[in-house]
C-alpha cells in the first residue's frame, strides 16, 4: 500500500484497514473487528461480550415481571420497587454495564399518546433507576408506543402483554 493511501504509513496494518493494525481495544484478546463488544472485555467464546451470570440474568427478570405501573400513568408500584432496587445494586457494581430501557404500550387509544405514555413509562424506570444511584449515562431509553407488540392485541390478555417496559443489559 502506498503512504499516500495508508492511514497508518509507520505501522504495519493489512489494506483491508486502511494499512493500519488491527486494535483490541478492551485487552481481551479479539480484536476488535471481531469483538461484539470491542470496549468491554468478555471471553472469545462469548464473542467478546462480558457473560451475565445465571444470577444477574435472575435480578433482570424479576425486575421485568414484577414492574407495573398505575393504568394510563407513568407511576410505578411500590411493590415493584424492591426488585427494581436489586436491579438497581447490581448495575452499581457492574460499572461497564449498561441498561436499554424499552416502552411499548398496547393499541388501545391514541397512537401518539401510546407514543407519549411509552417514553413516559421508559423515563419513569431510567429517573427511578438514577434515584437509587446508577449513573444516568449508563441508562439508554427506547419508546415505541404500540408499533413493536409481542401479542395479539385482540384479546385483554394479549393487551396485558404488550403494555410493558423492556430492560435489557448492553455493552459497547
Same mark, same amino acid.
Given at each position: ?22 486494535? #483490541?481495544? #478492551?485487552? #481481551?484478546? *479479539? ?14 467464546? $462469548? ?12 435480578? *433482570?427478570?424479576?425486575?421485568?415481571? $414484577?414492574? @407495573?405501573? @398505575? ?17 438497581? @445494586? ?8 449498561? *441498561? ?34 446508577? @449513573? ?17 392485541? #385482540? ?18
Amino acid at each position: 500500500m502506498l503512504d499516500k493511501d495508508d492511514e497508518c504509513p509507520n505501522l504495519a496494518g493489512p489494506k483491508a484497514n486502511k494499512g493500519c493494525p488491527y486494535k #483490541d481495544s #478492551d485487552n #481481551d484478546g *479479539l480484536l476488535d473487528k471481531d469483538d461484539d463488544c470491542p470496549n468491554t472485555p468478555g471471553p472469545k467464546t $462469548n464473542k467478546g461480550c462480558p457473560v451475565i451470570e445465571q444470577a444477574v440474568i435472575e435480578v *433482570l427478570k424479576t425486575a421485568f415481571d $414484577n414492574l @407495573e405501573f @398505575e393504568t394510563a400513568k407513568d407511576v410505578i408500584f411500590e411493590s415493584s420497587k424492591p426488585s427494581l432496587n436489586e436491579l438497581a @445494586e447490581v448495575l452499581k457494581k457492574k460499572t461497564t454495564w449498561k *441498561l436499554e430501557i424499552s416502552g411499548h404500550t398496547d393499541n388501545v387509544g391514541d397512537d401518539n399518546a401510546n407514543l407519549v405514555l411509552s417514553k413516559k413509562r421508559a423515563e419513569a424506570l431510567k429517573a427511578y433507576l438514577i434515584s437509587q444511584g446508577v @449513573e444516568e449515562a449508563r441508562l439508554i431509553t427506547k419508546y415505541f408506543g404500540e408499533t413493536k407488540p409481542i401479542a395479539t392485541n #385482540d384479546t385483554p390478555e394479549g393487551r396485558q402483554k404488550n403494555r410493558r417496559v423492556e430492560m435489557k443489559i448492553v455493552f459497547e
